[in-house]
């Protein structure tokens, strides 16, 4: 049969619009806003959450282009290889222009999935068709932090509709001390909130975090230390993590088991630094061997998600390169 009118650029142009599962966080980064796919380790998946045809967009058991696991030497115990994403916000111009045939060119290079909510232009149900086709899967959306405490309903509907139970939130930079304070207990209520129905929230981290503190902690420990880890988990960008001044393998074992997902990031060498700071995985200053290290030593790191905001090639190139680098590195 004919595959014309059943190809994914065709249902693009066919369906009715449905609401893209992206918030608009407040006082949040709005491009980095994402979440998680739906294998997540807590227990409590609420009720809502399946009503609203969560957890429909099953996890694939293998990567694209990957084995599923590392080969064992004899007698050993097969360790099951991190599955790695790409964060939408890397090709974001070229999702402008054809987000189908992005989505097939991400897919083409070996990606397991993609963070980021409904692409603009595109349906939610044709985002899930076009993943399916190309055999990845939604690693996420996001929440800001007043649905999360004032509408939890609106994110339980988001979740439900790209079959995700994991959100990620992030604050601006200009809070003040007080604000943070403020903020955090506002915060940790949401996340009540969204444990209470099944819903993990995950923070992102920027530079200012950890550059700006609350009492004698940075705002990124702070905000940790003030919530259960029942309630929120960390996305640590380990990128925003060097660039604020702290060292990104420490910052993983610190928070082990409690980061299940990595933003795979790295920053160019000066002076190149100071026109666009970014550099593709494996081409910049970061360690690596210590970032691998202690994300695989801990328990529940569920995906490293490869992002990067500039460039100084086509977007998916670097994207291309990033993924050579970490299938060299033997993580897919």
């Given at each position: 049969?004919a595959?014309?009118e ?5 249902r693009?142009?066919r ?10 966080p ?34 694939r058991?293998?990567p694209?282009n990957?084995t599923?696991?590392?080969t ?46 409904t692409p603009?232009?595109m349906t ?5 068709a076009?993943?399916s086709?190309?055999?990845?899967q939604?690693i ?13 309903q ?11 139970n994991?959100?990620m939130?992030g604050?601006?930079g ?20 969204a ?12 530079a ?21 880890a ?5 996305e ?11 060292d ?17 990031k790295?920053?160019a060498?000066s ?7 970014f ?14 290290t ?12 490869v992002?990067?905001?500039r ?5 998916i190139?670097?994207?291309r390169?990033s993924?050579?680098?970490?299938a ?5």
């Open positions: 049969m595959r014309d059943n190809t994914a650029s065709a693009v142009r369906r009715a619009p449905m609401a893209s599962c992206m918030p608009a407040d006082r949040v980064c709005a491009a980095h806003v994402s979440a998680s796919h739906a294998a997540c380790p807590s227990a409590r998946v609420g009720e809502a959450l399946y009503a609203a045809g969560a957890l429909v967009h099953k996890r058991d293998r694209r990957s599923a696991a590392q064992p030497h004899a007698g050993s115990v097969e360790m099951a290889k991190i599955p790695v994403g790409l964060q939408i916000y890397t090709v974001r111009e070229q999702m402008a222009e054809d987000p189908v045939a992005t989505l097939k060119a991400v897919a083409d290079i070996g990606y397991a999935g993609v963070e980021g909510g603009s232009g939610t149900d044709d985002f899930l076009v993943l086709d190309t055999g990845m939604v996420g959306g996001g929440a800001s932090a007043a649905d999360l405490q004032n509408d939890i609106k994110v339980v509907d988001n979740c439900g509709a790209l079959g995700i994991t959100v939130m604050f601006g200009n809070l003040s001390e007080s604000e943070w304070r403020t903020s955090v207990a506002g915060l940790a209520k949401g996340c009540a909130n444990a209470a129905n099944g819903i993990r929230v995950l923070y992102h981290n920027h200012h975090e950890l550059e700006q503190k609350v009492g004698d902690e940075a705002c990124l420990d702070y905000l940790l230390s003030n919530i259960p029942s309630d929120i988990g960390a640590l960008d380990v990128y925003w993590v060097k660039t604020g001044g702290e990104p393998g420490e910052y993983i074992r610190k928070y082990a088991g409690r980061t299940p997902f990595l933003h795979i790295d920053r060498p002076p190149a630094d100071e026109e666009c700071p550099a593709e995985v494996g081409h910049g200053i970061l360690d690596w061997d210590d970032i691998f202690s994300a695989e030593a801990q328990p529940g790191v569920e995906w490293y998600i992002e990067q905001d460039w100084t090639r086509p977007p190139e670097s994207a390169l993924f050579e680098f970490l060299a590195q033997g993580k897919v």
